[in-house]
C-alpha cells in the first residue's frame, strides 16, 4: 500500500469511492432523494473539487501497488465544532473511507496513523470527528486512537438529520 497526496487528477477517482463506500455503508437509511442530494452536495467531483482546493483541507490517498484507491483521509486544519472546543488549537478529521471491498485489510489504521502524525507536526491540541451515533464498528476503531464522545450531534443528508457523536481527543 502506497499514501500520497491527493492531485486534482484523483478527483474523479475519489468521488467514485466516496460515493460507493458512504452508500455500501449508509444509503438504506436515506430516501432516493435525500441521498441523491447529499451525494452532489458533499462528494461529487465538483464538491471535492472545491475541498481539494481549500487551502484547509489536506487529503492523502492510500492506493494498491498497481494504482488502484483503497481509501483516502481528509483532514481540517480548523475546528468543526468549535462550541465544543477544549483545546486552542483544535483540528478536525472529516472524512476517512476505503473501499468496500478493502475494509479490513489496515487501510483505515495506516490514514489515522497519517492523520495523527498531520495534527501533531500542525500544532494541534485537540482533534475531533463526527461519527454516525448507530455505527458501532467506528465507535470502537476511535476509541483505539483515544478518541472518545464529548457531544451529541447530529447530520444532515437532504433533509433527513442523523444522530451523531462528536468524538474527541486531546493531544
Known amino acids: 500500500m502506497i499514501l500520497r497526496e491527493a492531485t486534482p487528477a ?23 432523494e435525500n441521498l441523491t442530494a447529499f451525494l452532489e452536495e458533499s ?3 465538483r464538491a471535492i473539487t472545491a475541498e ?15 494504482g488502484a484507491l483503497l481509501g483516502y483521509a481528509k483532514i481540517g486544519l480548523t475546528c468543526g465544532f468549535p ?16 473501499a468496500p471491498a478493502a475494509t479490513g ?24 470527528l463526527s461519527v454516525y451515533a448507530h ?16 457531544a451529541d450531534i447530529t447530520f444532515h443528508v437532504g433533509d433527513h438529520i442523523d444522530p451523531e457523536f462528536l468524538f474527541a481527543r486531546m493531544l
Not at 478527483?11 to 449508509?26: D, G, M, R, T, V
Not at 462550541?83 to 476505503?98: I, N, P, S
Not at 455505527?135 to 464529548?150: I, P, W
Request: charge should be negative; proline fraction near 2%.
Open 135 to 150: 455505527n458501532d464498528g467506528a465507535h470502537r476503531f476511535y476509541r483505539r486512537y483515544g478518541f472518545d464522545k464529548v
Open 10 to 32: 484523483d478527483i474523479p477517482a475519489l468521488s467514485e469511492l466516496a460515493i460507493a463506500s458512504f452508500n455500501a455503508k449508509f444509503a438504506h437509511l436515506y430516501s432516493a
Open 52 to 66: 481539494l482546493a481549500n487551502p484547509t483541507r489536506v487529503y492523502r490517498l492510500a492506493e494498491s501497488d498497481d
Open 43 to 45: 462528494l461529487s467531483e
Open 83 to 98: 462550541d465544543h472546543a477544549r483545546g486552542q488549537k483544535v483540528m478536525e478529521l472529516k472524512q476517512l473511507y476505503t
Open 105 to 128: 485489510k489496515g487501510i483505515g489504521g495506516a490514514l489515522m496513523d497519517w492523520a495523527m502524525a498531520q495534527f501533531a507536526e500542525r500544532g494541534a491540541d485537540e482533534a475531533q
